[in-house]
């Protein structure tokens, strides 16, 4: 009778919002925790709301029963074909008063709001920190867990959030247009190119405050200031060897499950590491881009070049003459 009559006598104590089932409160009280007990065991993903895990796992099915009979792409239920046939109607019927910003999905328009309140309503029990939407606290309790649910097929690296997946598997099939002017290296993002441009200035914005020690990028930082604190939270399950940041751990993880996924369009040979791939095309390509000031010897890599450079050859005298 309930559903007829819209009342919603059910209220969540974290956040106020009301429902008309019992079940229905049980299954958003999970949304506070971060609980996700229904777990996908095609891909990994989990979820709060059994409705949800329902139409994901459809998902999987490859059945796509509802059709647009604008553009016949197809669904697997029928709220994702709603939202699709808004995007032929450009509708957008859930206004924000703040700003005026308007939403397809009910969904993203509530967290939207949330935004200009303030509230946050979804708390880590690590940490404190708080979120305002479910979603964005199980991304950041994966920063205490270690957790990667979401792995690319091509070459195994591996991401906290699906959207960070999708972009990654996209750049397998992109085009590398953009192109560094001062050594060729070639990305599919400008935003990769901006970057590796700071790798040909001196200039290192990110300082650590207890050494000194400065890097062109924020998430070098962060990782270089664990060392200070010796802090090492993810740890190897098959040799128990810990690392101070989850990208560590996952070159590391290579050695054991025997994944190379840098391999040479030349001759096909694979690699762990990037550095250790380029230096092998260079095997092909002839090219020794590191010489020694002294004598001249060029070399594929920096690590022979370094050694070169630790000979006692290729010291000048003048270094092992006494100071006056």
Known sequence: ?????????????????????????????M?????????????????????????????????KRYECTLCEKA???????????????EERPYECKECGKAFRHPRYFQRHVRMHS??????CKECGKAYSSSTSLQEHVRSHTGERPFECQQCGK????????????????????????????????????????????????????????AFWYPANLRAHVKTHTEERPYECPHCGKAF???????????????VKPYECKECGKAFWY??????????????????????????????LYARTLLRPSSVPKSWAEPYE
């Open 118 to 123: 303030g509230v946050k309503p979804y708390v």
């Open 31 to 63: 949304t506070h925790t971060g609980e996700r007990p229904y777990l996908c065991q095609q891909c990994g993903k989990a979820f709060s709301c059994p409705k949800y895990f329902r139409r994901h796992v459809r998902t999987h099915s490859g059945v």
């Open 158 to 213: 591996a991401f906290t959030r699906h959207s960070s997946l999708q972009g990654h598997v996209r750049a397998h099939s992109l085009e590398k247009r953009y192109e560094c002017t001062q050594c060729g290296k070639a990305f599919r993002w400008s935003s990769s190119l901006q970057k590796h441009v700071r790798t040909h200035r001196e200039e290192k914005p990110y300082e650590c405050q207890q050494c000194g020690k």
């Open 75 to 89: 669904y697997s239920c029928s709220l994702s074909l709603r939202e699709h046939v808004r995007t032929h109607s």
């Open 274 to 303: 990037p550095v250790n791939l380029r230096a092998h095309v260079r095997t092909h390509t002839g090219e020794r881009p590191y010489e020694c000031q002294q004598c001249g010897k060029a070399y594929r890599c920096p690590p």
């Open 244 to 258: 101070s940041c989850h990208s560590s751990l996952q070159v590391h993880a290579r050695k054991h499950n025997g």
């Open 1 to 29: 009778m309930r559903s007829h009559t819209g009342e919603k006598r059910y209220e969540c104590n974290e956040c106020g919002k009301t429902f008309k089932y019992p079940a229905s409160l049980q299954g958003h009280l």
